[in-house]
């Protein structure tokens, strides 16, 4: 009989956020495979337990992985974890946990805390939906390239950075995004924690502390939304096209409707102007 493997949330920073349920798991698998044996070492000790651990990172995962199915198919039941949180949510796992479903091995979530949806749930944002999209690219340009390809969403946009790159970050949703409001979470649920919401043009860039992981949340107010954009020039408009269908999934004819629709021009004479500007 095959084993199961478990995806099991853990605490973001307080150890007591972890679940009755969890602590189960993690005490009756045969092995867990961790992002950092170190972190998670922390965790166990401090709940007494005693389960091996192995490391699975984004540098070995594509090596650890098959080994790891083998002894799920002998029988052998593993969790995988990361850090903090829930596994594979911008974080290692989801190789091994597609190569699992490939093998016909039961997957079994095991739910708990999250940075994203611990900072919208304190945010105050009141909406129907929000777009969740990870980590920004490290290299600057990059990075207003990305934000630019998320001006046509109108929903709150929730990311995750590193401290050393939260100022810069910041200073490029400024100017990509001057009207919205934001809300900055440090350290959730650690002793240093801090949560600030204000607009955008009204925070201190300079006053952020480079210290601790950041999750923000990017809103455009409500007669923001409604309003036109400016039309970005024809590269930007190039590099936002080609993040959508990449990034998002979407194919070009919807990409461009929906471009059309935030910047309230004609779909066709922003194919226009998009063919114009590849010639």
Same mark, same amino acid.
């Given at each position: 009989?095959?084993?199961?493997? +478990?995806?099991? &949330?853990? $605490? *973001?920073?307080? =150890? !007591?956020?972890?679940?009755?349920?969890?602590?189960?798991?993690?005490?009756?698998?045969?092995?867990?495979?961790?992002?950092?044996?170190?972190?998670?070492?922390?965790?166990? %000790? @401090? +709940?007494?337990?005693?389960?091996?651990?192995?490391?699975?990172?984004?540098?070995? !995962?594509?090596?650890?992985?098959?080994?790891?199915? %083998?002894? =799920?198919?002998?029988?052998? @039941?593993? #969790?995988?974890?990361?850090?903090?949180?829930? $596994?594979?949510?911008?974080?290692?796992?989801? =190789?091994?946990?597609?190569? &699992?479903?490939?093998?016909?091995?039961?997957?079994?979530?095991?739910?708990?805390?999250?940075?994203?949806?611990?900072?919208?749930?304190?945010?105050?944002?009141?909406?129907?939906?929000?777009?969740?999209?990870?980590? $920004?690219?490290?290299?600057?340009?990059?990075?207003?390239?990305?934000?630019?390809?998320?001006?046509?969403?109108?929903?709150?946009?929730?990311?995750?950075?590193?401290? @050393?790159?939260?100022?810069?970050?910041?200073?490029? *949703?400024?100017? /990509?995004?001057?009207? #919205?409001?934001?809300?900055?979470?440090?350290? =959730?649920?650690? &002793?240093?924690?801090?949560? /600030?919401?204000?607009? *955008?043009?009204?925070?201190?860039?300079?006053?952020?502390? !480079?210290?601790? !992981?950041?999750?923000?949340?990017?809103?455009?107010?409500?007669?923001?939304?409604?309003?036109?954009?400016?039309? $970005?020039?024809?590269? %930007?408009?190039?590099?936002?096209?080609?993040?959508?269908?990449?990034?998002?999934?979407?194919?070009?004819?919807?990409?461009? %409707?929906?471009?059309?629709?935030? +910047?309230?021009?004609?779909?066709?004479?922003? +194919?226009?102007?998009?063919?114009?500007?590849?010639?």
């Amino acid at each position: 009989m095959q084993g199961i493997l +478990y995806v099991v &949330a853990t $605490p *973001i920073g307080n =150890l !007591e956020d972890v679940s009755f349920r969890a602590l189960r798991v993690l005490r009756e698998v045969s092995l867990i495979a961790a992002e950092d044996t170190r972190r998670t070492a922390r965790l166990l %000790q @401090h +709940y007494s337990i005693p389960t091996p651990t192995t490391s699975l990172h984004e540098h070995n !995962e594509r090596a650890r992985v098959p080994r790891l199915i %083998q002894r =799920l198919k002998e029988g052998e @039941h593993i #969790a995988v974890v990361c850090d903090a949180g829930t $596994p594979v949510v911008s974080d290692p796992g989801a =190789l091994l946990v597609a190569a &699992a479903h490939d093998a016909g091995i039961r997957v079994e979530p095991i739910p708990g805390p999250n940075a994203a949806i611990a900072a919208l749930s304190a945010s105050g944002i009141s909406a129907t939906g929000f777009v969740f999209v990870g980590f $920004p690219p490290s290299r600057a340009l990059a990075r207003k390239h990305w934000l630019l390809s998320l001006t046509a969403e109108t929903r709150p946009v929730v990311l995750y950075e590193a401290p @050393h790159r939260i100022r810069g970050l910041l200073t490029d *949703i400024a100017e /990509v995004f001057p009207d #919205a409001l934001v809300t900055i979470a440090r350290e =959730l649920t650690k &002793a240093h924690e801090e949560l /600030v919401v204000r607009p *955008i043009s009204g925070l201190n860039i300079s006053n952020v502390p !480079e210290r601790g !992981e950041f999750t923000v949340i990017v809103h455009c107010t409500p007669s923001r939304a409604d309003e036109p954009l400016p039309l $970005p020039t024809d590269e %930007q408009l190039g590099t936002i096209l080609g993040e959508m269908t990449n990034n998002d999934g979407l194919d070009k004819r919807r990409a461009i %409707q929906r471009l059309a629709k935030r +910047y309230r021009v004609s779909t066709n004479s922003l +194919y226009r102007r998009l063919v114009a500007g590849k010639k």
